[in-house]
């Protein structure tokens, strides 16, 4: 989980970079970093924290030329640590690299071990320094950015949304699979490159399509052109960017993501209907999936928590009293809307079941008779290892446990989570296509000690087909 974004246009591209970074927020609270070449120089700035305390507009003013790459942290693999900002930037044998990536590599180890026995170093516990290695050492050897990506998808396993610019020119490579979201789209006089369409929204550019799996872009002044390194025969976009993470008005891989979850809600309906007063979402991730379930069941859609927007991350309390206040802070129940009352409570996961069990006993105080509780996944029984920052199988509450079970600890009267089909279904993207690790347990690449079954890759040797696109 990272967001990641490129630009080349005619102007200065620092604020396009730093509203992209904006509208990719939710998908990293960490750090946020841009770099930016202005035809000689790399220019960089990276902090920790949200994107709008992180740059002012001096900052980004100095941030000078018209290409460059931006990316917001959200920490999976690599610590908390603040050298793990990310774009970074470096010279290689003359060449100005700059570097961000989105995912999560399953042999990282092996790989940092290769490279450490041969007495290289890293400066950063990331992915992403792994990545500019190989990038490195194969342009050492062949001088090619095209072998260089093609050695990257032959030697990586895992996911990987990367964009890079090398000496100003913009690159952006998708894994094989397809696991991390990725799309192109057109500015005023260029082209942008990001994890979600709504970096594209955001800049008023138009979304051309998804950078598909195994593909190679790369953006200069002759325009944008396209090489396909490498195809497998299957895809294996991650089913939890709809369901969580990503923003509902993105459109990942063709679906929107706000009518794949007002579908979900349809189906949790017709799969678990009940006779209620009202349906509530917890807001904001269960509010489209609730739409879905009121329209389905015509029972009415009522807010009755209310969410304060101002508040920031929850900070660690030292006392449960004061967590308890916290919580009670950011999430307001209406006791009108409640008290007396039968609720529908819809959300879109439950991970570890705090959360869960806490808003019910929000909704409960506030009067509710019956809480019955959709929830718009399946239960989520196994942990990621492609990028979704999840807790181990044993902190996941559905670990060994059935929906009656779940239910009794998180005090619902009632609880149904969607069945995968019908969120299958809801996605419109076969099942073959979809990485559904987190709720089969079964990946699409290798995994110790873990079942997988691993699309079929071929590398297309020196025989890359590519396509230019021209500028306006
Ligand atoms: P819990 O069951 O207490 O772990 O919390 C689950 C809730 O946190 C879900 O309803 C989501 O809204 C949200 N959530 C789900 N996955 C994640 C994640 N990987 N990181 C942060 N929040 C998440």
């Known amino acids: ?58 900052i980004l003013r100095g941030l000078e030329g018209n290409v460059g790459i931006g990316h917001v942290r959200y920490p999976t693999t690599g610590a908390n640590r603040p050298e793990n900002a990310q774009p970074f930037n470096f010279l290689f044998r003359n060449r100005l690299i700059s570097i961000a990536h989105n995912g999560n590599l399953v042999n990282a180890d092996e790989l ?80 942008i490159i990001a994890s979600e369409s709504v970096a594209i929204d955001a800049l008023g550019g138009t979304l051309l399509r998804d950078v598909k799996p195994g593909e190679l872009i790369c953006i200069d002044e002759n325009g944008m052109r396209s090489m396909q390194i490498a195809v497998a025969d299957r895809r294996a976009h991650c089913i939890f960017e709809y369901i969580y993470f990503a923003r509902a008005d993105a459109v990942l891989d063709g679906a929107l993501v706000y009518d794949v979850r007002r579908n979900i809600g349809r189906k949790l309906h017709e799969e678990a209907p009940v006779d209620s007063d009202s349906v509530c979402p917890v807001p904001d991730s269960g509010t489209a999936y609730a739409i879905g379930y009121s329209q389905a069941s015509h029972i009415p859609f009522v807010e009755s928590l209310m969410k304060n927007r101002y508040m920031g991350r929850t900070f660690i309390m030292p006392s449960q009293t004061e967590r308890e206040l916290a919580v009670r802070m950011k999430l307001n129940p209406i006791r009108e809307h409640l008290a007396g009352k039968s609720v529908v409570l819809v959300d879109d996961s439950i991970v570890r079941g705090t959360t869960s069990r806490r808003i019910i006993g929000i909704v409960r105080d506030a009067g509710a008779e019956a809480v019955h509780v959709r929830i718009g996944s399946p239960a989520i029984k196994a942990p990621c290892y492609l990028g979704v920052d999840l807790p181990t199988r044993e902190e996941l509450i559905a670990n060994e446990r059935d929906d009656e079970e779940v239910r009794k600890r998180i005090t619902a009267s009632t609880l149904h989570h969607i069945s995968l089909d019908a969120l299958v279904e809801s996605i419109g993207i076969e099942k073959k296509h979809l990485c559904t690790g987190c709720l089969t347990g079964c990946y699409p690449v290798p995994i110790q000690g873990e079942s997988s ?13 590519t396509k230019l696109e021209v500028f306006e």
């Open 453 to 465: 079954q691993s699309p079929g890759i071929d590398f297309l040797d020196g025989t890359y087909q």
């Open 1 to 58: 989980m990272c967001g990641i974004v490129g630009i080349r246009d005619a102007g200065g591209i620092s604020f396009s970079l730093y509203y992209a970074l904006y509208a990719l927020q939710h998908r990293g609270q960490e750090s946020a970093g841009i770099s930016t070449f202005d035809g000689t120089r790399l220019h960089k700035y990276k902090g920790q924290g949200l994107v709008a305390e992180v740059f002012d507009p001096a």
């Open 112 to 191: 940092r071990e290769d490279y450490e026995s041969r007495g290289q170093i890293f400066c950063t516990t990331t992915d992403t320094e792994l990545i500019a290695k190989v990038i490195t050492d194969e342009i050492c050897s062949s001088g090619c950015i095209e072998d260089a990506i093609h050695r990257v998808m032959r030697n990586l396993r895992g996911s990987y949304s990367v964009v890079m610019m090398i000496d100003g020119i913009l690159y952006g490579f998708r894994d094989p699979l397809g696991i991390k979201p990725m799309c192109l789209g057109k500015t005023g006089k260029g082209f």
